[in-house]
């Protein structure tokens, strides 16, 4: 995931305007388009325990919200 992650970035800014776009989101969000490259340190730090632990803080029963579709005019 993590060399996804970075593959994607990268070809990103492989042409002119994925990298206008990128560096102007990094610019607009951190006040920094240098936060790029911190942000892909960043990624690289993280590690499956890491993950682990967001998963269950994040995840859990009295958290989760269901949705149930019915098609226009059937009933339930």
Do not use: C
């Amino acid at each position: 995931m993590k060399l996804k992650a970075h593959a994607n970035v990268i070809q990103r800014l492989a042409g002119n305007a994925g990298l206008a776009q990128v560096l102007a989101l990094f610019q607009g969000s951190y006040g920094d388009w240098k936060a790029l490259f911190k942000v892909l340190d960043a990624l690289e730090a993280v590690r499956a325990e890491d993950v682990q632990r967001a998963a269950r803080d994040l995840f859990v029963r009295e958290r989760a919200t269901a949705a149930y579709t019915v098609r226009p005019g059937a009933s339930r």
